[in-house]
């Protein structure tokens, strides 16, 4: 059989790639198209130079699609447009341009891809985008399931709430019928809890009350990091200027912690709600250390704060520990050109690779050959 053509939009550093290829596809990456051209070099220093498309994906013709005649297609469209953090602009960003040139190509292609999978943030399944890739989907004969996952609920203590739409050209079917709502779990999948929760009803802030629904244990963080000698602690370190402004704000875990939250583009740039940040010191108490430090500052005594801030040894998480903790395979690694900030900014941008090749590996189930 010859491999599946799978078109990979928003490509990035290849998340879709290595989950399709975790999911063991038989795909052949036709063409990878990101602007970005920090996130492009690193997908060519991992898959090489070949498949790259340097482009903006609204300057393609749908002559052009339909002449590629590709299977699949994978988008991780930008985030900003539905991002509770911005102003929700959704179609009316200019940034969802792209996005909304691909639905207007799927509807007048020939040859239509016969799987499509969407990743956003959460909070598109509440745009006009996600009701107008709906329609298109509709009108162009596609069945479709929505789902609401975060990689807690297969046990990796990091979380990414994330939206994910799954289709499939008709008469092409899904072994559990779709729903008509936003599905918590991946049917069929050993890895995951399978009891339905319905996400809509849900918020962000109840990820720990799903976690406690779940089936899955939950590891430790200690799995994920890189071994304690091999960390250069200094250039990992808190800066002691951040620790002292910025320590309270914070999401801080230990090794033996089993959540993490989610890392974002704008960790290590920003101290809150982008990431958490390692406590090496096991042995202290976080927030009675803060506090102590909380008293010495408010004393004058901005040393003795920062002598114990310091005992706490805080550090980032290095990127390998963020691309381990987001399912990147050993394999994957990063040119030496690239700057720490770029190497953050790229994986926080990404998707946990391993959440996403259970969703790829339940669309290529059949109901005849589950
Ligand atoms: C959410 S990220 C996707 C990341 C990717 N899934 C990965 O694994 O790294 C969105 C990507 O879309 C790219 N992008 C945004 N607008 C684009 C456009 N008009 N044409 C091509 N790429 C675009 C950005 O550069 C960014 O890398």
């Given amino acids: ?15 879709m790639h290595y989950a399709a290829t975790l999911a063991d596809w ?29 482009r903006q994906i609204e300057a393609l013709t749908l ?12 988008m991780s469209p930008p985030c900003q447009p539905y991002s509770r953090l911005g102003l929700q602009k959704g179609s009316q960003d200019a940034r969802s341009r792209s996005f909304l040139h691909l639905l207007q190509v799927l509807e007048g292609m020939k040859n239509r891809p016969k799987y499509i999978l969407v990743e956003n943030v959460k909070g598109f399944e509440e745009s006009d985008s996600r009701d107008l890739l709906v329609d298109s989907l509709n009108r162009c004969n596609y069945t479709f399931q929505e789902f609401l996952l975060t990689p807690l609920q297969l046990g990796i203590p990091n979380s990414r709430m994330r939206y994910y739409l799954l289709a499939k050209q008709k008469p092409l079917s899904f072994v559990q019928p779709p729903t008509n709502t936003i599905l918590g779990f991946i049917p069929k999948s050993t890895h995951m809890s399978t009891e339905f929760i319905d996400n809509r009803t849900r918020t962000l802030d109840n990820e720990d009350a799903l976690v406690a629904l779940s089936a899955v244990q939950i590891g430790s963080v200690s799995r994920y990091l890189e071994p304690e000698a091999t960390v250069n602690f200094d250039s990992h370190a808190i800066p002691d200027k951040t620790l002292l402004k910025h320590g309270h704000v914070f999401d801080i875990v230990k090794p033996s912690t089993h959540r993490s939250c989610c890392f974002t583009k704008g960790y290590y740039h920003y101290a809150e709600a982008t990431g958490s940040i390692l406590q090496m010191n096991e042995d202290l108490l976080t927030a009675e250390t803060f506090d102590k430090a909380a008293e010495a500052k408010n004393k004058g005594n901005e040393q003795e704060a920062l002598e114990l801030l310091r005992s706490l040894r805080l550090r980032y998480f290095t990127p390998r520990e963020v691309a381990n903790l987001m399912g990147f395979p050993d394999t994957f690694t ?37």
């Fill in 1 to 15: 059989m010859t491999p599946l053509k799978m078109l990979e939009f928003y490509s990035g550093i290849g998340g």
């Fill in 63 to 74: 002559e052009y699609y339909d002449k590629v005649a590709a299977d699949i297609w994978t």
């Fill in 26 to 54: 038989d795909f052949e990456v036709v063409k990878a198209f990101d602007i970005n051209n920090v996130a492009n070099d690193i997908y060519k220093h991992n898959f090489g130079p070949k498949t790259v498309g340097q």
């Fill in 334 to 370: 990063f040119p030496d050109s690239s700057t720490i900030k770029q190497r953050y900014r790229t994986l926080g941008n990404s998707i946990n690779v391993r959440l996403v090749s259970e969703l790829m590996s339940y669309l290529m189930k059949t109901p005849n050959k589950s």
